[in-house]
């Protein structure tokens, strides 16, 4: 079964830092895109940064551009995203998701930023 | 960045219904569309990919259609599990956008 899993949510001071990471299984991991993609209480969808296969190529939402890095490690079917600078606005469900056409998504990881 | 913009942004149908649901895009993306579906709490599940690919385990009351600009979402005949929010992204630049969801509601 292809499979997504999210860690690494919790808490966080605005100003704050936290790593999110997700592990892959089921597929080769390898061979695909990744994307990080967002939803904020009761808002809609918001895509956050995408990583090619073998990270040469690395995109990034303007509202994200600066403060949050997108990384991945192959040989451990891994996605990191390290989010530095947290705003308030930053408060949402991460999931990520494989590809350019999110065919598989993970269940999330939460993350709230508050003092 | 490309725009995604979905109308309506709610709507209100009975069991049986056909409903539509449009995206235009702000510049020409082919047929680079993809729908998704969400249900509260869960992740999104994509319902079709490529404009009118319609994604295993989605029933056949389901069609998207479109090119371009402007996209369609389509339910033949609305059963009780189609009440959730229904999303349009386009996956034609690297930069994705979705648009703001359309959620479904029983009348």
């Known amino acids: ?115 | 960045d490309i725009q995604m913009t979905q109308s309506p942004s709610s709507l209100s149908a009975s069991v049986g219904d056909r409903v539509t649901i449009t995206c235009r895009a702000s510049q020409s993306i082919s047929r680079f569309l993809n729908w998704y579906q969400q249900k509260p709490g869960k992740a999104p599940n994509l319902l079709i990919y490529a404009a009118s690919s319609l994604q295993s385990g989605f029933p056949a009351r389901f069609s998207g259609s479109g090119s371009g600009t402007d996209f369609t979402l389509t339910i033949s005949s609305l059963q009780p599990e189609d009440f959730a929010t229904y999303y349009c992204q386009q996956s034609y630049s690297s930069l994705i956008t979705f648009g703001q969801g359309t959620r479904l509601e029983i009348k």
């Open chain 1, 1 to 115: 079964e292809e499979q997504l899993v999210e860690s690494g949510g919790g808490l966080v001071k605005p100003g704050g830092s936290l790593r999110l990471s997700c592990a892959a299984s089921g597929f080769s991991f390898s061979s695909y895109t990744m994307n990080w993609v967002r939803q904020a209480p009761g808002q809609g969808l918001e895509w956050v940064s995408s990583i090619s296969s073998d990270s040469t190529y690395i995109y990034y939402a303007g509202s994200v551009q600066g403060r949050f890095t997108i990384s991945r490690d192959n040989a451990k079917n891994s996605l990191f995203l390290q989010m530095n600078s947290l705003r308030a606005e930053d408060t949402a469900v991460y999931y990520c998701a494989r590809d350019m056409v999110f065919a598989v998504w993970g269940q999330g990881t939460t993350v709230a930023v508050s003092s």
